[in-house]
């Protein structure tokens, strides 16, 4: 079935289902759907809700509650008083003495310019040449120039982030994603890794333990640890996480053997993921979501690589490049679909970012999940991070709102999708041609931007014909993949992460693994490094030099 089917019902055999998406909210009816929603404000720190945004969501199922999963500490959480107080701040006639709201008399701010492209000219020589300047006031509000400016975005704000732009952020959601259960809602976050730490406190207490992949996103384990939150990695493929392992697992946890009760909760970087740069198949989201209703499972969606997904490798340089899509719906259909957009129980928390598709260091991303979750992560936001930097969304609402709109932002991921193949091919043609097939091996990645490759320990030529017990075999690997990362370095000029740092379970693997990343260096570079990461293999391996 291709990525873009629409999602049916699992197999009457199961007593799960997944949902079947209905028609899709079109980048066209953003204006009649704003039309008739309640008008931003321009008070400091109003409160706003997805549910100002959203279209009816008529026929829709409502959520599961997840009182039963969330911790004691997201349990015990009654919110901030002063930011509950805000809601006041938009009577009409008041005068407030009540917050501690400084006035922007005093911010040394009095307007910003800055240039982006417009589409379809996107290049940085094209945005030198034709790129829009955009402007933002102090008082653009009150001068009735814009709906956000530095008086506001530069003030408090709520932990949900800026109506102006969450306004944005819930209708490219439900453009994308069209949730298909009724009381969905988004919250601001300041980068997915913050969303990360905040939902693992609002559904793990101390002592208790999560899944991921086995191989998975090395901060998310290095912010669970000191949490007392043990991860436990579930196998994989190459299309990333297995179901059946996911199931097998759970069914056979033994809490006594583990040290740890039954877990609740599944980390997964479903696309592109980091480090191994698979991506899950629609049908391998499916079964891994009925494995989650099976088994009570929240899961966390982590997917700041959604929007490079790729077309297929082909390895011939003068292959014509596949066709771009001809429209934004023709895009849209081409994406593997979301967890959220078959979660018809409202057990998906989805962590999405700016930050592999705009920038890094604006730290503003945002969730989408039930109104409850939403209610817990807003509630401990408050008296923690707060809301995202308003700097940053004012900048974000600019360029998203008033110079590009929802057409212009998706243009700008179709480029980068194209631009985002072109490097991957580099990198995949460069491995072709210098590392060796014969103890070397991958999967092409058809999204992100990382590049797995593992590399056959058992053809070291210091590996005798006795066998190794597993002890010896996991410290040979380690040897070995630190050899050739420390003289990939040393001896040739080449740095590539290792696989190890990686793993879900950190005790060591028998297999080597390193990871590459085609997202910044220019082409050149890719061909020269993976050109020398040969070197250093053949060296170790003896192999005949290339």
């Known amino acids: 079935m291709s990525p873009s089917a629409l999602v049916e019902a699992l197999p009457a055999a199961t007593d799960t289902q997944v949902a079947t998406i209905t028609s899709r909210f079109s980048v066209n009816g953003v204006p009649a759907r704003r039309s008739t929603a309640p008008k931003i404000s321009g008070a400091l720190a109003p409160s706003a809700s997805s549910d100002m945004f959203k279209g009816p969501q008529k026929g829709k199922p409502t959520s599961k509650n997840w009182d039963h999963l969330l911790s004691e500490e997201s349990k015990s959480r009654l919110g901030s008083t002063l930011k ?5 701040l938009a009577t009409p006639g008041l005068i407030s003495l009540g917050g501690g709201l400084p006035t922007s008399e005093y911010f040394p701010f009095e307007s910003i310019d800055f240039k982006v492209p417009v589409s379809p000219n996107f290049t940085e020589a094209q945005t030198q040449e034709t790129g829009q300047t955009l402007h933002i006031g102090k008082h653009d509000y009150a001068n009735d120039k814009s709906l956000y400016d530095i008086h506001i975005a530069f003030n408090y704000g709520q932990a949900t982030g800026s109506a102006q732009l969450l306004r944005f952020i819930t209708e490219h959601t439900e453009i994308v994603h069209n949730p298909p259960y009724a009381d969905w809602n988004c919250a601001m976050t300041a980068g997915s890794t913050n969303a990360l730490d905040m939902a693992l406190r609002m559904f793990c207490n101390r002592g208790e333990c999560i899944l991921s992949e086995e191989y998975t996103f090395v901060s998310a384990v290095e912010t669970a640890v000191p949490m007392g939150v043990k991860v436990f990695g579930v196998g994989m493929d190459e299309q990333g996480l297995r179901a059946d392992a996911l199931d097998e697992m759970l069914s056979n946890w033994d809490a006594t053997a583990r040290g740890h009760k039954k877990p609740h909760v599944l980390y997964t970087v479903p696309t592109g993921g980091n480090p191994t740069g698979t991506t899950q198949s629609f049908q391998r989201r499916r079964d891994i979501y009925a494995v989650a209703q099976k088994h009570d499972l929240y899961i966390f969606e982590d997917d700041p690589y959604y929007f490079l997904q790729m077309s297929e490798y082909h390895s011939d340089p003068n292959r014509t490049p596949p066709a771009q899509p001809e429209s934004h719906d023709e895009f849209i259909a081409s994406l593997i679909p979301s967890y959220l957009s078959m979660d018809i129980d409202g057990r998906v928390m989805r962590m999405d970012s700016f930050s592999k598709v705009l920038s890094p260091g604006s730290r503003v991303g945002w969730i989408t999940a039930s109104a409850q979750i939403i209610d817990r992560f807003v509630k401990h936001a408050n008296v923690s991070t707060q809301n995202p930097s308003g700097m940053s969304q004012l900048v974000l609402y600019k360029l998203l709102e008033e110079g590009w709109g929802h057409s212009g932002y998706l243009d700008w991921l179709v480029h980068l999708r194209k631009e985002y193949s072109a490097r991957r091919d ?5 491995c072709d041609e210098f590392l060796p097939k014969e103890i070397c091996h991958w999967t092409p990645p058809v999204a992100g931007m990382f590049h797995w490759i593992g590399i056959d320990w058992r053809k070291h030529p210091d590996v005798g014909p006795v066998e190794l017990d597993a002890q010896e075999r996991k ?19 080449v740095l590539v992460a290792k696989g190890s740092w990686f793993r879900a379970e950190q005790d060591g693997g028998e297999n080597l693994f390193f990871r590459t990343t085609f997202a910044a260096a220019s082409g050149e570079q890719i061909h020269e490094a993976i050109r020398r990461l040969g070197m250093t293999i053949r060296k170790e391996f003896k192999l005949d030099s290339q």
Do not use: T, W
């Open 426 to 430: 580099v990198l995949m043609r460069a």
């Open 475 to 493: 410290q040979l690997v380690l040897k070995l993949e630190n050899y050739i990362f420390l003289h990939g370095i040393e001896e040739n000029g």
């Open 84 to 88: 509950e107080s805000a809601k006041y």
